[in-house]
């Protein structure tokens, strides 16, 4: 069984660009996280998705920073328009019911300059 | 969790030794916690969890303890491997499906 898949793995970008990432979490898994690490130090949750909904995005920097997951699968990160402290490592994850256990992906590693 | 910029706390262990890797949570009302590796460029992975109606769980080669009076887990690693070298983190149940990490600890080991 595929794991959680993101792309793109690497990007770069000059400040005030926009930039989006896609997950595709595990088949099934109802609950889609989006976290963003920043280098030494723990992922910091963004936005949690229950199927299509999402159930919390107290984190999320609104005024740049928006996602989606229409119908429920698939989800997309967009940042517009990113700074220079937006480099980080965006982490896809999720959570089949009843598994109890969340899975990440390999992660997309944004370098804004 | 609380940031500690590019300085994470480090362990250093010779091959063979047994590790011990400690987290403090912050939540007393966090029911459930799990241990992380995150190996470079990947994405952090599923070691151990335990609830809190527990003090010890057993893995393959992993233990972790759990005290909840001083709000502070452990992971212990015996006879510790070149492949178990990573950074480690604890991460604590906020509320239903909400996790929140610590920090974490960078594990390097000698061979």
């Known amino acids: 069984e595929a794991g959680v898949v993101q792309s793109p793995r690497y990007k770069i970008i000059e400040k005030k660009q926009p930039v989006a990432f896609w997950c595709n979490p595990i088949?099934?898994?109802?609950?889609l996280y989006w976290y963003r690490q920043n280098l030494g130090q723990g992922p910091e949750l963004l936005i949690r998705y229950e199927n299509e909904e999402a159930v919390d995005d107290s984190q999320l920097p609104k005024d740049r920073f928006s996602a989606e997951r229409l119908k429920g699968v698939d989800s997309t990160l967009k940042i517009q328009p990113a700074e220079l402290g937006d480099s980080a490592v965006y982490l896809c994850a999720s959570w089949g019911l009843g598994t109890g256990e969340l899975f990440f992906g390999e992660g997309s590693r944004l370098t804004v300059l | 969790g609380e940031s500690v910029g590019l300085h994470l706390p480090t362990l250093s262990v010779q091959e063979g030794d047994n590790s011990i890797i400690n987290c403090a949570y912050s939540n007393s009302a966090s029911d459930y916690f799990i241990w992380y590796k995150q190996e470079s460029g990947k994405g952090p992975q599923f070691i151990i969890d335990i609830r809190s109606n527990m003090d010890k769980r057993q893995g393959q080669r992993v233990t972790v303890l759990l005290n909840k009076t001083v709000k502070h887990l452990s992971l212990q690693i015996a006879a510790t491997q070149p492949g178990d070298s990573a950074v480690y983190f604890c991460?604590?149940?906020?509320?239903?499906?909400?996790?929140?990490f610590g920090a974490g600890t960078r594990l390097t080991v000698k061979p």
């Open positions: 991460a604590e149940k906020i509320s239903v499906d909400d996790m929140r």
């Open positions: 088949s099934g898994h109802n609950t």
